[in-house]
């Protein structure tokens, strides 16, 4: 079992920066894919981005291609999801995420394990 703690949300202003971490404790992450997902009021959950275990393979939703770059350190059981050019419709609770299966699987992933999120506001 994984436990993941998010990090780093605020509010910002359109056009701005911000970095949000996710830490990990218990089984190691290296074999797993970790994505970020985001949850606007009144809307569904989405993908907002994932990154396999060795890192070298990257998945992001369109609408923040260019913007966001997602990152892992495994040695310090991290991963980061850089924000730039943030827009309004950015605003949501972000959570991170781990799969439960090995593996690269991108969005498609069985996400079984999830932290409590962390809330990103973007104002125009």
């Known amino acids: 079992q994984v436990q993941l703690v998010e990090s780093g949300g605020g509010s910002v202003q359109d056009g701005g920066s911000l970095r949000l971490s996710c830490t990990a404790s218990?089984?190691?992450?290296?074999?797993?894919?970790m994505g970020w997902f985001r949850q606007a009021p009144g809307k569904e959950r989405e993908f907002v981005a994932a990154i396999s275990g060795n890192g070298l393979s990257t998945e992001y939703e369109d609408s923040v291609k260019g913007r966001f770059t997602i990152s892992r350190d495994s040695v310090k059981k991290m991963v980061t999801l850089q924000m730039n050019s943030l827009k309004a419709e950015d605003t949501a609770v972000y959570y991170c995420?781990?799969?439960?299966?090995?593996?690269?699987?991108?969005?498609?992933?069985?996400?079984?394990?999830w932290g409590q999120g962390t809330q990103v506001t973007v104002s125009s």
């Open positions: 995420a781990s799969t439960s299966t090995w593996g690269w699987a991108g969005r498609s992933g069985n996400f079984g394990s």
């Open positions: 218990g089984r190691t992450l290296s074999m797993y894919t």
